[in-house]
C-alpha cells in the first residue's frame, strides 16, 4: 500500500520531467515576465519543437518571436544609415532565417516588407566592395584572402559578374604554382600530387591535364630506374 502510494505522489512529477516541452514553457514564460525576451523566445522555440501542440509555447513564441525580428529589422535599419553593409546585410539575412525557422514549426510571424529596397541597395553595395577587395588581393596574390571575398559574393548571387572565375583561379592558382615549381624541382610525386588536387576541381585549368600527366611519366620512370638500380 505504501509502495502505491509513493507511485502516486511522486507520478506528476515524474509527467513533468517527460515532458520537456512543458518545462520550456515555464522556464520561457518566467524570462518574458523579466522582459528577457530574447532568451525566452530560445525556450519558447525549444518548446514548440518538442511538442508543437504546445499552444502556450506558441502563443509565447509569436510574441516573443516577433520581437526578436523586430529587433533584426532595427539592426538592419541602423547599420545600413550608418553605411556598415556587412552588419547591415547580416542583419537582414538572421531576420529572413528567423522568420522561416519559426514559420517552419507553424508560429507567423508579421514580415516588414518597407526594409526590401534598401535591402536590394545594401547587397548591391556590399557585393561591389567585396568583388572589389576579392580582385585587389588577386594581384596582390593573397590567394587566400581572395577566395574568401569572392566565396562570400557567389553565396549572396552565384552568378554575379565573373566572380566563380575568380574564384576558381584564387582556389586553383596556388597550386598550380606549386606544381610547376614542384616539377622543375624534379619532385614528380608531390608534383603530381598537386595536379591532382586542381583535377579534383579541374583539369581544365591552363595545361593541368598536361602537366599532370609530365609528372606521372617522369615519376614512373624515376622510380623504375631507382627499381632497377637495385
Do not use: H
Amino acid at each position: 500500500m505504501k509502495q502505491k502510494y509513493l507511485l502516486f505522489l511522486f507520478a506528476p512529477l515524474l509527467l513533468f520531467a517527460c515532458n520537456p516541452s512543458r518545462s520550456l514553457t515555464k522556464k520561457g514564460q518566467k524570462l518574458e515576465s523579466a522582459g528577457m525576451y530574447r532568451e525566452a523566445a530560445n525556450y519558447y522555440f525549444d518548446a514548440v519543437r518538442y511538442n508543437n501542440r504546445n499552444i502556450e509555447a506558441q502563443i509565447g513564441l509569436k510574441n516573443t518571436g516577433q520581437k526578436v525580428l523586430n529587433d533584426y529589422f532595427e539592426e538592419f535599419f541602423r547599420s545600413y544609415n550608418t553605411d556598415k553593409l556587412k552588419e547591415a546585410v547580416y542583419a537582414y539575412r538572421s531576420a529572413e532565417k528567423y522568420f522561416k525557422d519559426l514559420g517552419l514549426l507553424g508560429v507567423y510571424l508579421k514580415w516588414d516588407d518597407n526594409y526590401i529596397t534598401d535591402y536590394k541597395t545594401a547587397v548591391g553595395k556590399y557585393l561591389e566592395q567585396k568583388y572589389n577587395e576579392g580582385l585587389e588581393f588577386l594581384k596582390k596574390d593573397n590567394f587566400e584572402e581572395a577566395e574568401k571575398c569572392f566565396k562570400e559574393v557567389l553565396n549572396f548571387d552565384p552568378s554575379y559578374k565573373d566572380v566563380k572565375s575568380l574564384k576558381e583561379t584564387a582556389t586553383l592558382e596556388p597550386l598550380y604554382r606549386s606544381g610547376v615549381d614542384l616539377l622543375n624541382q624534379k619532385k614528380y610525386v608531390k608534383a603530381y600530387d598537386q595536379f591532382t588536387k586542381i583535377c579534383s576541381y579541374t583539369c581544365k585549368y591552363k595545361n593541368t591535364e598536361q602537366l599532370q600527366a609530365e609528372a606521372l611519366e617522369k615519376g614512373t620512370i624515376t622510380i623504375g630506374f631507382f627499381i632497377d638500380d637495385k
